[in-house]
């Protein structure tokens, strides 16, 4: 079945670039998602790309997909302390119920 | 609109006690799932259903079940709480595919339970 993998925790400095990584193993994902989570809340959708993209960017986020490799990345430039928050990779399978796949979360950590 | 809502935010159970977890929404999706949350875990799909009517399982069915009697209700239950259903619950709710939209997942706050 498919699978979304994503490194569990990242720490960087106010002002700096984050970058958030994930895999994925389903070749025929039709769209590919970043939802983000505050504490005690549920989660919103941050920016999606269509998977015959390989770039999107929206303000501070850029998101860059290889397809060939199946890595999906989140950047987001000048990163403030609001921005702490679990960052969710999510695929769409292609399909029926065209089910969406989450990933583990990276929690993001940024230090004043 | 008021999205999708939850209730109740927080529960505790013991073994064996039963309950429902509530979810509404009120933008006319037809698509609406049940997930649950665990530490580095990610969201594991319970429960789908893709209108009125029509249910299916999802990743971890076992030990819940839904029904959806309406558009606008998916409620969730649990028909003998054990310690490993402890977790953080989320509803979400999205339009059908035909809609040519996203498929943007709408999340509602999530309630907490806990098994003891």
């Known amino acids: 079945g498919e699978d979304v993998e994503q490194s569990l925790f990242l720490s960087v400095r106010e002002g700096d670039s984050s970058v958030i990584n994930c895999t994925y193993t389903?070749?025929?994902?039709?769209?590919l998602y970043w939802y983000k989570q505050e504490p005690g809340a549920g989660l919103q959708l941050l920016t999606y790309?269509?998977?015959?993209?390989d770039m999107k960017q929206d303000q501070r986020l850029t998101v860059l997909l290889n397809k060939k490799d199946k890595h999906l990345s989140l950047r987001i430039a000048d990163t403030q302390t609001g921005d702490s928050a679990i960052y969710f990779c999510?695929?769409?399978?292609?399909?029926?119920?065209?089910?969406?796949?989450f990933g583990t979360g990276t929690k993001l950590q940024v230090i004043p | 609109n008021a999205g999708v809502t939850q209730t109740p935010k927080f529960q505790v159970l013991k073994t064996g006690q039963s309950m429902t977890l509530q979810c509404a929404q009120d933008m006319n999706h037809e698509y609406m799932s049940w997930y649950r949350q665990d530490p580095g875990m990610g969201l594991r799909l319970i429960h789908y259903?893709?209108?009125?009517?029509?249910?299916d399982q999802g990743e971890v069915p076992n030990g819940y079940n839904v029904s959806r009697s309406t558009t606008e209700d998916f409620p969730l239950r649990l028909l003998s709480a054990a310690p490993s259903q402890t977790s953080v619950y989320f509803c979400?709710?999205?339009?059908?595919?035909?809609?040519?939209?996203?498929?943007?997942?709408?999340f509602g706050p999530g309630t907490r339970l806990t098994v003891l």
């Open positions: 259903s893709v209108g009125a009517g029509i249910t």
């Open positions: 999510a695929e769409k399978e292609s399909g029926g119920y065209q089910k969406v796949t």
């Open positions: 389903d070749s025929s994902s039709t769209y």
């Open positions: 979400a709710s999205s339009y059908s595919r035909s809609s040519g939209r996203i498929n943007e997942q709408f």
């Open positions: 790309i269509f998977s015959n993209m």
